[in-house]
């Protein structure tokens, strides 16, 4: 009996996910056709849209089945995305693959700005008193189109007091 | 007057209020329903007396945490008005014993502080009577606080994001 599992994928560009069923054999080709079939990422070639487990540092090679362990994934064009993060007055930039999440981006920021590991910061879109992103959210989320670059700001949060 | 439009305009239901109609329309939406299909939270539809629902949110695994917390949540005039909320005793349908709410450092001890309100409310930025009580809260918490354009994601993913830090200890 063929098993099927269920996973959840997140599209460049869109903050929305997609929960599908994916068989046993499935290879990342027909996984991506699927997806690509869901119309969630715009016109383009399926030899330009690539898979990437959540947080993981490698591409997912088309030809290969989708391992068993992968319950969250991100479909995008672009295989990295460069992202600047502004604090402050200084600014800092890394690539990253777009599964990465905003949590280890966090991480990241907090290292390359050798801030206090205490202290809680957010990374904003579009201005230090924007929205802060969610922690689960991946940053391809906020990449469309073939860009593949996004600048955030990173804040430091300020604790409730009483 | 409503300053909310529905985002998929139809005929409006005549046995319900607009506030509720939004409600169900966010609670179908994709980005409450990923936090569904991620096990993160969800409504007990048999819960809804409006303006009342429960919520179920899930903490992260700690000793003495229960699977779930629940959260009465009050949604006059939704979504103009940012809910606010309380943790709730399912079974007993009562307000949550006060010994049992989520414990933890720094925010999680402010959030869930049970001295203040009659524990009515959560004491967050993005509670409704706490913000109506901190004038000087918008300007120090930018993005957490209410805006007509939000949904109940907004109350619930802050307060998940809360659970799910190093902060919380359990209960």
Redesign the interface.
């Known amino acids: 009996m063929v098993q099927a599992k269920r996973i ?1 994928v997140h599209f460049g560009g869109r ?3 997609h ?1 599908c069923e994916v068989g046993e054999y499935e290879t990342v080709e027909t996984i991506v056709l699927r997806l690509i079939g869901t119309g969630k990422l715009g016109d383009g070639k399926p030899e330009e849209i690539f898979l990437f487990e959540e947080d993981s540092d490698d591409e997912i090679p088309r030809s290969e089945k989708l391992p068993p362990h992968i319950k969250r994934c991100h479909v995008h064009r672009c295989r990295q995305i460069e992202a600047t993060v502004i604090y402050v007055d200084q600014k800092k930039a890394g690539h990253f693959r777009p599964g990465t999440t905003i949590r280890k981006l966090l991480k990241w920021a907090k290292d390359e700005f050798k801030v206090d590991k205490q202290t ?1 910061f ?1 990374l ?1 879109l579009g201005g ?5 992103l ?3 959210a991946h940053l391809g989320s906020y990449v469309e189109g073939h860009s593949c670059h996004v600048t955030l700001y990173f804040t430091p949060t ?5 | 007057m409503s300053r909310y439009t529905l985002l998929y305009p139809h005929m409006p239901d005549s046995g319900i209020s607009l506030s509720e109609e939004c409600l169900l329309e966010h609670i179908a939406a994709p980005l409450f329903q990923d936090g569904v299909a991620h096990g993160w939270w969800d409504v007990l539809p048999a819960t809804v007396e409006w303006p009342y629902a429960v919520f179920w949110l899930a903490p992260p695994a700690r000793p003495n945490s229960p699977d779930r917390y629940y959260l009465r949540v009050h949604l006059h005039d939704y979504p103009n008005k940012g809910p606010t909320a309380t943790l709730w005793d399912l079974e007993r349908r009562t307000k949550l014993e006060l010994s049992k709410w989520p414990k933890g450092n720094n925010d999680v001890a402010m959030v869930f502080r049970t001295d203040w309100n009659n524990a009515d409310a959560l004491y967050a930025p993005w509670d409704r009577i706490a913000m109506d009580n901190h004038g000087d809260w918008p300007m120090k918490h930018p993005g957490r606080g209410w805006k007509p354009s939000y949904t109940i994601v907004h109350y619930l993913r802050h307060t998940r994001e809360l659970l799910d830090s190093e902060d919380y200890h359990g209960c």
């Not at chain 1, 230090?128 to 802060?132: T, Y």
């Not at chain 1, 300020?158 to 009483?162: A, P, S, T």
């Open positions: 959840h903050q929305d996910t929960s809680k957010d904003r230090p008193e924007a929205d802060p969610p922690l689960d300020c604790r409730i007091q009483g």
